[in-house]
């Protein structure tokens, strides 16, 4: 990497010093500009937006984006490099001129190229509603994509339903392109549109400049069913307790329910309990505990086998989706787009809700327009028995499971 780096960008807003510390991070992870040219100490890659290495002289360097024609630098450099604060996918345009002179020109191709993804963050519910556009990147763009997981727990899943996807544990030496793929909040440069305004696929999409939806990948079992009965998996805990469902009798009179209909109920939190915001949310009573954080395989193989799955907007959620299993979703957090479609959704739209998509608030410390007050998390307190056994029972119709 040259010593002086330079960024540029289409926004044309001013880089705050968060911004910088981030793009300064994705510069060490791409590394030094890869790709040679035929001018001599000029270089040129896509690893971390679009980056030029300039030797000394007198060079003009103008970078734009090819499609729209909007310009992200048009001036004179020398001895530095250049870089987008922009890091999803552009067909950027590089236009290079010596001593006056053109000399190069190059409109990015991924095709026949070695591109990089590298997943941040990690979470389980982004990472499976991303995965497939992982595959479709390579597929549309007919290139050569290796992966750097979100983490270890998620390699033998991706190994065993995305094995065309390579998985590495760096950047190649000889990458065109690299992208990082995660469900982004901050735009406009490592996403262009606030990701809670849009649905997890169209967040994809925009990072990797894919056109359409993936296909579904099913997760099917890699073992036989180990449980005779029938039986419902549930999980009551998420990532926050804005998520949870926190009506007092609730689960108890799910659960209640389910046993009257016949089924094993199994709780596979990945904790007995936890204490999020105040509230300690449990295994059950009355559910089989199934807790713990096993892998995700082990879960596949238990998810994929159960008559249908009730939870929240939350990781395990989107894993029973995966393995093609009936979803009950309970969630007042989020609107629909904030997770994958499904007919069984429980929301009670006649109080405050859907703050997860509200680019407006920061909901991370809790409920953003009520906390403090008896309407807090009403989203959630608001979910009745009554709402989730009316999804149950019209679950079971659809499903022929009466």
Known sequence: MQ????????????????????????????????????????????????????????????????????????DDASDCTLVSAEKYFIRWQVEVWQNGLPVFEHVLDLEDQEVFVFMAGGALGDSISLFPYIRMLQQQYHCRVSLFPPNESFKELLNNYFPDI??????????????????????????????????????????????????????????????????????????????????????????????????????IDGANKVLAGGHLIECPAGAEDFTGMRPLMERINLLAYADFFIGLGSGLSWLAYACDVPVVLISGFSLPLGEFDTPHRVTNQMVCHGCYNDIRVDWKDGCPYHAGTEREFECSRAISFRMVQSAIDRLLAQEGLL
């Open 166 to 267: 390579e998985l590495v544990e760096k950047i190649p030496d000889d990458c065109y392109a690299a992208y990082c793929l995660a469900v982004f909040q901050r735009p406009p440069y490592l996403i262009a549109t606030d990701s809670r305004a849009v649905t997890p696929d169209m967040a994809a999409r925009s990072i990797l400049g894919l056109h359409g939806n993936a296909p579904k990948v099913i997760y099917k079992p890699t073992l036989p069913r180990t449980i005779r009965e029938k039986y419902v998996c549930i999980a009551v805990q998420a990532s926050g307790v804005m998520k949870c469902w926190l009506n007092s009798s609730g689960w108890a009179r799910v659960i209640a329910y389910l046993k009257h209909l016949g089924y094993r109920v199994l709780c």
């Open 3 to 74: 010593k002086h780096i330079f960024y540029y960008t289409i926004s044309r807003d001013e880089l705050q010093a968060e911004q910088i510390k981030r793009l300064l991070a994705f510069e060490q992870a791409a590394g030094d500009v890869k790709l040679e040219t035929d001018v001599e100490g000029l270089k040129i890659d896509f690893n971390s937006g679009a980056r030029v290495q300039l030797p000394v002289g007198n060079w003009h360097v103008k970078i734009s984006d090819y499609d729209s024609g909007l310009v992200a630098f048009d």
